[in-house]
């Protein structure tokens, strides 16, 4: 089964497919650092640096005929999108993928994106475009939201989900179910990397972090650099002992002092390889780019076991 991945990122989302038994036919991203990282780890993917704007599928022919279109778009937020108006690059994104449908028929479509794409009545006009291409189409299409949790990723990460398929396919498709039974805590993720270099309070510390850690966002290029987001959540990460206004180059040694209660520059920081772990990238899959261009894609991610799990559900509709 054969894919075109748009929006790629760091790879999560392709990573996963990957995993379920898609071979990507192509790939395509306008940011270099992200391309970097996917030529970096699958040097026999053909890989795009273009604008999806940008993007004419004559000038492609390998992405024709294919199995699936997928896209892991940067993701939409109701409240910005009131206070701020600042979606309008986001919105474009998504409204060009549902053209994209036109020219590539694909047997099946997949969007990733956040939950309020699904659930906001801000975003109904993008369901709409959706709607209106797909159904002129011929496609059957399903709307729904899970969280990656579910999946063994240790985070309270809710994603929405469009899942479109030819009429023929649409039958057999069932939304993924959770592939573990109980859920990871940011402690347990994280112990082993924080311990690594002999911090002696890693367990004091992993011992209070015993819920998912908070959905891993920030390094905007809209709103500055490598940090966990805005002040809600940092919020939501210093309950768990993690201050959420940077991220350290390195884990803690020996001798760091951390105790719970700390304020500001004395709380534990988390580094980039740990978002990758929080993330589920496996070990192996290299992030390349400075610091904040790793972390720009690791954040707004599909985690890969997310990917894997709607990939397996939409090869199954696929196989009959």
């Given at each position: 089964?054969?894919?075109?991945?748009?929006?790629?990122?760091?790879?999560?989302?392709?990573?996963?497919?990957?995993?379920?038994?898609?071979?990507?036919?192509?790939?395509?991203?306008?940011?270099?650092?992200?391309?970097?990282?996917?030529?970096?780890n699958?040097?026999?993917w053909?890989?795009?640096?273009?604008?999806l704007?940008?993007?004419?599928?004559?000038?492609?022919?390998?992405?024709?005929?294919?199995?699936?279109?997928?896209?892991?778009?940067?993701?939409?937020?109701?409240?910005?999108?009131?206070?701020?108006?600042?979606?309008?690059?986001?919105?474009?994104?998504?409204?060009?993928?549902?053209?994209?449908?036109?020219?590539?028929?694909?047997?099946?479509?997949?969007?990733?994106?956040?939950?309020?794409?699904?659930?906001?009545?801000?975003?109904?006009?993008?369901?709409?475009?959706?709607?209106?291409?797909?159904?002129?189409?011929?496609?059957?299409?399903?709307?729904?939201?899970?969280?990656?949790?579910?999946?063994?990723?240790?985070?309270?990460?809710k994603q929405?989900?469009?899942v479109?398929?030819?009429?023929?396919?649409?039958?057999s498709?069932?939304?993924?179910?959770?592939?573990?039974?109980?859920?990871?805590?940011?402690?347990?993720?994280?112990?082993?990397?924080?311990?690594?270099?002999?911090?002696?309070?890693a367990?004091?510390?992993?011992?209070?972090?015993?819920?998912?850690?908070?959905?891993?966002?920030?390094g905007?290029?809209?709103?500055?650099?490598?940090?966990?987001?805005?002040?809600?959540?940092?919020?939501?990460?210093?309950?768990?002992?993690?201050?959420?206004?940077?991220?350290?180059?390195?884990?803690?040694?020996?001798?760091?002092?951390?105790?719970?209660?700390?304020?500001?520059?004395?709380?534990?920081?988390?580094?980039?390889?740990?978002?990758a772990?929080?993330?589920?990238?496996?070990?192996?899959?290299?992030?390349?780019?400075k610091?904040?261009?790793?972390?720009?894609?690791?954040?707004?991610?599909?985690?890969?076991?997310?990917?894997?799990?709607?990939?397996?559900?939409?090869?199954?509709?696929?196989?009959?």
């Open positions: 089964m054969r894919f075109v991945d748009v929006c790629s990122g760091g790879g999560g989302l392709a990573l996963g497919l990957e995993q379920a038994g898609f071979t990507p036919a192509l790939l395509v991203d306008n940011n270099k650092d992200a391309c970097n990282t996917l030529r970096e699958r040097p026999e053909k890989v795009l640096e273009e604008d704007l940008d993007f004419v599928p004559d000038e492609h022919k390998e992405s024709y005929d294919v199995d699936l279109l997928s896209a892991g778009l940067p993701r939409v937020n109701a409240v910005t999108a009131a206070k701020k108006g600042e979606l309008y690059e986001e919105v474009k994104l998504l409204e060009a993928t549902a053209l994209l449908v036109h020219p590539l028929r694909p047997k099946a479509l997949l969007v990733e994106n956040s939950p309020d794409l699904v659930e906001s009545p801000r975003f109904e006009s993008v369901r709409a475009t959706f709607r209106e291409e797909l159904d002129h189409l011929g496609y059957r299409y399903k709307w729904f939201v899970l969280n990656a949790a579910d999946f063994g990723v240790p985070q309270d990460r929405g989900v469009l479109a398929l030819r009429e023929d396919y649409f039958g498709f069932r939304p993924p179910a959770p592939t573990v039974t109980s859920h990871t805590s940011l402690g347990e993720a994280l112990l082993p990397s924080m311990s690594s270099k002999g911090w002696h309070g367990e004091d510390w992993a011992a209070q972090a015993t819920s998912l850690a908070p959905t891993l966002i920030g905007s290029k809209k709103h500055g650099g490598a940090d966990l987001g805005q002040t809600g959540s940092k919020r939501a990460w210093a309950r768990m002992g993690i201050c959420g206004l940077s991220l350290e180059n390195d884990v803690p040694k020996p001798d760091f002092d951390w105790r719970p209660g700390n304020d500001g520059e004395a709380r534990l920081r988390i580094t980039v390889d740990q978002a772990i929080l993330q589920s990238f496996p070990q192996e899959w290299t992030i390349t780019g610091k904040t261009a790793r972390f720009r894609q690791i954040a707004p991610a599909c985690p890969p076991p997310v990917g894997k799990a709607l990939g397996t559900a939409i090869a199954a509709a696929l196989n009959g």
